[in-house]
């Protein structure tokens, strides 16, 4: 059983940055697959970075401006964001899992979610 509590979200201007962090408690954070989805109001939840359990792999449906990374001894994964824009307003969930390299874009393949955190990129 993995718990999972997001931090860092807020409120940003156009062009601005900030730092998720997802929190894991249990002592077995460093087995699963780490991701980040988000949802817009109306939209579906949508797959935006996922690390492997070492770290050594990552996937980005944007990687000039995002970067995901992992502390295994802090149980924690992080999602850097710059250049953010409004569309980018979202609330933003990690999650875990063991998932197969193939299936990191799919949320039906994590097991555990956070509660998200709130993005929001003001024009």
């Known amino acids: 059983q993995v718990q999972l509590v997001e931090s860092g979200g807020g409120l940003v201007q156009a062009g601005g940055s900030l730092r998720l962090s997802c929190a894991a408690s249990?002592?077995?954070?460093?087995?699963?697959?780490m991701g980040w989805f988000r949802q817009a109001p109306g939209k579906e939840r949508e797959f935006v970075a996922s690390?492997?359990?070492?770290?050594?792999s990552t996937y980005y449906t944007d990687s000039g401006r995002f970067t995901i990374s992992r502390d295994n001894v802090k149980n924690t994964v992080y999602l850097q964001m710059i250049s953010l824009q409004p569309e980018d307003t979202a609330v933003y969930y990690c999650?875990?899992?063991?998932?197969?390299?193939?299936?990191?874009?799919?949320?039906?393949?994590?097991?555990?979610w956070g509660q998200g955190t709130q993005v929001t990129v003001s024009s």
């Open positions: 999650a875990a899992g063991q998932v197969a390299a193939w299936a990191v874009t799919n949320r039906r393949y994590y097991n555990y």
């Open positions: 690390i492997s359990s070492n770290g050594a």
């Open positions: 249990g002592r077995t954070f460093s087995m699963y697959v």
